[in-house]
Every structure is written in structure tokens, then in C-alpha cells.
């Protein structure tokens, strides 16, 4: 799918597909621009392991044909809803190419699938503080709220 991005006054297309194992080096990377890999954590072996599960799907973003951004999301069997339901896991726009719509394309292309899927809710987490994530998803539909917690596992 491709939608232009906006920004000053120059728009490009943003193209948002699934992630392939080609992939695997440009995902690793925008994540290690984001945040390092905690101690102990195997990125590359993760994203490979996560591009071959069914259920588990990464978006990228190219714009110039270049991948500027990621959207990682799974599906799984909700028992309360009676239905799948789907969670955003990771949202992540190079710096560079931020506020010009590549996260608004790759949360509407990740809605747009989960709808093909039959999904009947998707769920998102964003630190409270992340103004600019949750300012993204609302414009995107997400409304309400509910707390979601985390606990750490790594020594």
C-alpha cells in the first residue's frame, strides 16, 4: 500500500509492506536507533523468528524506496471476546522522517489487515509520557483507555 507523506510542502510515498528475511538488517537497525538491545536480548534472531510466525507480523515503511519505519504487531485468540484481537507491539519513524505520515500509513495498514482478518479489537501500549505516540494513535481511533502493565524477566 502506498500514501504520500506530508511534511513541508514536498510529499512523498510511503510504501508499507510485510517485512521479508531481506528485511531483517533494516529492522534491526531503526530498533538499535530507537533503543539498544537490552543485555542479553538476540534482536536479529527475534525479528527472524517473528517474520516466520504466522501469527506475528512486521510492517515496514520505505520511502525513496529506503525503510524509514516499522510497525510490529501480533494476533492472537482472545477466550473473553470470542475473537481474535490483535496488540501493536512496536511503533518506531527514523527521526528523519517523522510528523510526514509514515506512522499514520503503517497504523492504517495494520487496521486496514487486521480488519481483513477478521480481528475484532486492536490494543496498543504507549508510555504515558510519549505525547507524540499517543497524539498518532488517537488520530488513528484508538480511544479508549486501560492501563497495561509490565513486569521485567531479564536478570
Do not use: Q
Request: hydrophobic residues 35%; neutral net charge; aromatic residues 4%.
Amino acid at each position: 500500500m502506498s500514501r504520500s507523506t506530508g511534511g513541508s510542502g514536498t510529499r512523498k510515498p510511503v510504501r508499507v509492506r510485510t517485512a521479508g528475511l531481506e528485511d531483517v538488517e533494516k529492522v534491526v537497525g531503526l530498533l538499535e536507533e530507537w533503543s539498544p538491545c537490552p543485555e542479553g536480548g538476540d534482536r536479529r534472531k527475534t525479528a527472524v523468528r517473528a517474520i516466520e510466525d504466522c501469527r506475528h507480523e512486521i510492517l515496514v515503511a520505505e520511502v525513496d524506496g529506503r525503510v524509514v519505519g516499522l510497525l510490529e504487531w501480533v494476533v492472537f485468540h482472545d477466550l473473553l471476546e470470542g475473537s481474535d484481537t490483535a496488540t501493536i507491539l512496536s511503533l518506531y519513524v527514523a527521526e528523519s522522517h517523522r510528523r510526514m505520515g509514515v506512522g499514520k500509513a503503517l497504523v492504517g495498514e495494520a487496521v486496514r489487515r487486521a480488519k481483513e482478518r477478521g480481528v475484532s479489537e486492536i490494543h496498543v501500549c504507549a508510555e504515558r509520557t510519549n505525547k507524540p505516540a499517543l497524539s498518532l494513535y488517537r488520530k488513528c481511533g484508538f480511544g479508549r483507555e486501560y492501563v497495561c502493565l509490565e513486569m521485567e524477566l531479564r536478570p
